[in-house]
Structures are given as structure tokens and as C-alpha cells.
């Protein structure tokens, strides 16, 4: 069971470039999430999905955009890529009620 | 504004002896959950205790236990028998049910043990 996959682990990146994170579970959990993780900082929510089609922001969505096609896949693209978007990016999916967040390895992610 | 509050950037312990890491929290919605993850320097996000609001008993798994004082909204982390595994960052969550599906997270405890 290999639980929720991102790819690729990391990245450089330069201003002004685009790029799609990817993350996939194979949970069949409606629920997934994008994180951010800044140095020595808590995770902050990017944007979450509840269900195929359905996606909303979180607390830090400038920059990025999402999309929810199917159940197991929910990627993170980046448009144009700027330097405070440097950073660890984690995805995580759950079930709702008291079930723990099951989190992805991270993309580790620095624009130049 | 719901918030979760670490106020320990750092903690250190010797091998076998217990830990407490605190953890408050605010939050106006009555139904929610308390979660500790683990982050090892490798990376991932590691689950590993839950309490919810409207539980009786303290949470405990193996050698982590919660010790949820609701009226005090506090929830902190203890880990009985240190081991040179457990240094790693430890962060508080939160999910308000009502609110929405979503965890909240402090800015982490570093937590090092030695020998």
C-alpha cells in the first residue's frame, strides 16, 4: 500500500517558470490537502478538495491553482514561479471525522 | 481566530527519561480534534497520537500519551522512556469539525535526546 505519493522529490526551479506537483493516494479518500512548510515553521494549507470536481483555498493561495479530476489525483501547479515560493510542499489525504491526515514524503522545491 | 500555540522552539532530554511538549490551542467551534505529528530530519510526517474534544480519556499510544486539559485548552505531548530516535520535530494540530475538514498547525517543537 503505498499511501500517498508526490513526485518529484525536489526541484530547482528559475523566476518566472512553471511547474505541476504531482500527488497521488490510493487510499480512496475524498479529502486531500497542499501544504507549505517554510524553514523552521509550521505547515500552512495551500488548497483542499473534498471530492472529484470540488476544490477551495486555503490560507496561502496566490501563486498556485489546483485541480481534482479524479479521486486519487490532486496536483499543485505553479505558474510562474517566484522566489518566496521556495519551499517544502507536502500532500495529505484523510477521510472525514477523527482520522489522521496521511501525508505524502514532500517536494522540496527552490526558485533561483 | 483558531490558533495553535508551541512555545517550546526547543527541548533537550536524556536516553529513558520522560518529555512533555506544550501544546494550546484556541478555537470557538466546540467539535474538533488534536493531533501530534513527528517530522524526523528526513522529512516526512509522521501521525502519532489523536484526541478529540469530546473524549473522556486521554489519548495513548505506546510510549506517547496526551494530556488534554480542556478547560485550560491545552493539550501536550508526553513521551515516557526517551529513545535516541525521538529527535525529531514534533508539531501540534488542529481540526474544527465545523469549520471545516483542514489541520491547523503550530510552528513545532525540536526535540533532541541524548545519550
Known amino acids: 500500500n503505498a499511501g500517498v505519493t508526490q513526485t518529484p522529490k525536489f526541484r530547482i526551479l528559475k523566476i518566472g517558470q512553471s511547474m505541476t506537483l504531482q500527488c497521488t493516494q490510493d487510499?480512496?479518500?475524498?479529502?486531500m490537502y497542499w501544504y507549505r512548510q517554510d524553514p523552521g515553521m509550521g505547515l500552512k494549507l495551500i488548497y483542499y478538495s473534498v471530492g472529484a470536481g470540488i476544490t477551495d483555498k486555503g490560507e496561502v493561495p496566490n501563486g498556485y491553482n489546483v485541480s481534482r479530476s479524479t479521486t486519487e489525483d490532486f496536483p499543485l501547479r505553479l505558474e510562474l514561479a517566484a522566489p518566496s515560493q521556495t519551499s517544502v510542499y507536502f500532500c495529505a489525504s484523510t477521510e472525514p471525522g477523527d482520522q489522521p491526515q496521511h501525508f505524502g514524503d514532500g517536494t522540496r522545491l527552490s526558485i533561483l | 481566530a483558531q490558533k495553535i500555540t508551541q512555545t517550546q522552539p526547543g527541548m533537550f532530554v536524556q536516553e529513558k527519561e520522560a518529555v512533555t511538549l506544550d501544546c494550546t490551542y484556541d478555537t470557538s467551534d466546540p467539535s474538533y480534534g488534536l493531533f501530534w505529528y513527528k517530522q524526523p530530519s528526513s522529512g516526512e510526517m509522521i501521525f502519532l497520537i489523536y484526541q478529540g474534544s469530546y473524549d473522556q480519556q486521554n489519548a495513548t499510544e505506546g510510549r506517547y500519551s496526551l494530556n488534554f486539559q480542556k478547560a485550560r485548552k491545552s493539550a501536550n505531548l508526553v513521551i515516557s522512556a526517551s529513545q535516541l530516535g525521538d529527535s525529531a520535530m514534533y508539531f501540534c494540530?488542529?481540526?474544527?469539525?465545523?469549520?471545516?475538514?483542514?489541520?491547523?498547525f503550530g510552528k513545532g517543537t525540536t526535540l533532541s535526546v541524548s545519550s
Open positions: 494540530a488542529m481540526r474544527e469539525y465545523q469549520a471545516g475538514t483542514a489541520l491547523i
Open positions: 487510499m480512496n479518500h475524498n479529502y
